[in-house]
């Protein structure tokens, strides 16, 4: 990512509160009952899921993800991997509707370790901005985590050893049919519900048959327009209309949407 910038974030432990809990106090119930590390779920669930996040709670006061000035739909990606040294962040991340956000994520336990963040510089101002401080300064921590809900509908609590916390919301997949899937530059498909598919080869726009059984799709002749363009796009778009004929098998991962003619033949296409 260009224009970064890494934070370094003091972590607190139940260790540093030793000579605390030797004078008598109570310090250490707010490390918790249960030993380190241990967890009663599988958060290997909250894995290639996006997370939309919904609210930062700071010393009580719950901050709303705002709803106009973002730049970036918001939304946060977990990529376990191992964190390098002096690395510039990892897999992870993703915006909270500013700026990009980059993190080496382990889990070990019920608890997500956010370490060597990195995001870009963009000035947002308002309550787009006042979020994404609010959020880095609880995400950039060692988190306990605590999933509810039913799959596909799922929250995601981080809290922080500050008692801070995060809400996340599973992002529902897109559908297969109704969603504008991008097929690269200007180019583009959507399936209907009344088993047509309308698009873009890039250049020239199309009609037609399509019919979803299955793991297939079963497309009809297509009707395109017939603007000449360069011959570049002319190329990739007999190439994309070669594929999007007759029997075809897809997978749908998510936002991502392969389809594939045969061997060599195939192309992904992104939700929009």
């Known amino acids: 990512m260009k224009r970064t910038t890494k934070r370094t974030t003091q972590r607190t432990t139940c260790a540093k509160y030793a000579a605390a809990a030797l004078a008598g106090t109570t310090v250490l119930a707010a490390c918790g009952t249960e030993p380190a590390g241990t967890s009663t779920q599988d958060l290997s669930a909250i894995e290639d899921v996006s997370w939309v996040p919904k609210k930062v709670t700071?010393?009580?006061?719950?901050?709303?993800?705002?709803?106009?000035?973002?730049?970036?739909?918001?939304?946060?990606?977990?990529?376990?991997?191992?964190?390098?040294?002096?690395?510039?962040g990892g897999e992870s991340g993703g915006s909270v509707g500013c700026n990009s956000i980059g993190v080496d994520v382990a889990i070990?336990?019920?608890?997500?370790?956010?370490?060597?963040?990195?995001?870009?510089?963009?000035?947002?101002?308002?309550?787009?901005?006042?979020?994404?401080?609010?959020?880095?300064?609880?995400?950039?921590?060692?988190?306990?985590?605590?999933?509810?809900?039913?799959?596909?509908?799922?929250?995601?609590?981080?809290?922080?050893p500050r008692h801070d916390s995060i809400t996340l919301r599973e992002e529902k997949?897109?559908?297969?049919?109704?969603?504008?899937?991008?097929?690269?530059?200007?180019?583009?498909?959507?399936?209907?519900?009344?088993?047509?598919?309308?698009?873009?080869?890039?250049?020239?726009?199309?009609?037609?048959?399509?019919?979803?059984?299955?793991?297939?799709?079963e497309f009809g002749p297509l009707a395109t327009t017939r603007m000449m363009c360069s011959p570049p796009v002319m190329k990739t778009e007999r190439q994309l209309a070669e594929i999007l004929s007759g029997k075809v098998s897809y997978q749908q991962e998510r936002d991502s949407l392969k389809i594939t003619k045969g061997p060599g033949?195939?192309?992904?296409?992104?939700?929009?």
């Open 108 to 160: 070990e336990g019920d608890t997500v370790r956010v370490s060597d963040l990195v995001m870009t510089l963009m000035g947002c101002p308002g309550a787009v901005g006042e979020f994404e401080q609010k959020f880095v300064d609880v995400f950039d921590n060692d988190l306990r985590a605590r999933l509810a809900g039913p799959s596909g509908a799922r929250t995601l609590t981080l809290t922080s």
């Open 265 to 272: 033949e195939s192309v992904t296409a992104r939700a929009e």
């Open 173 to 217: 997949p897109p559908a297969l049919k109704g969603t504008r899937w991008s097929l690269g530059e200007n180019a583009h498909l959507t399936l209907t519900g009344n088993n047509t598919v309308t698009g873009s080869l890039g250049c020239n726009t199309f009609r037609g048959k399509a019919t979803v059984k299955g793991r297939t799709i």
């Open 58 to 88: 700071v010393d009580g006061r719950d901050y709303v993800l705002p709803v106009k000035g973002a730049r970036h739909k918001a939304r946060i990606t977990f990529k376990p991997t191992t964190a390098e040294p002096d690395g510039d």
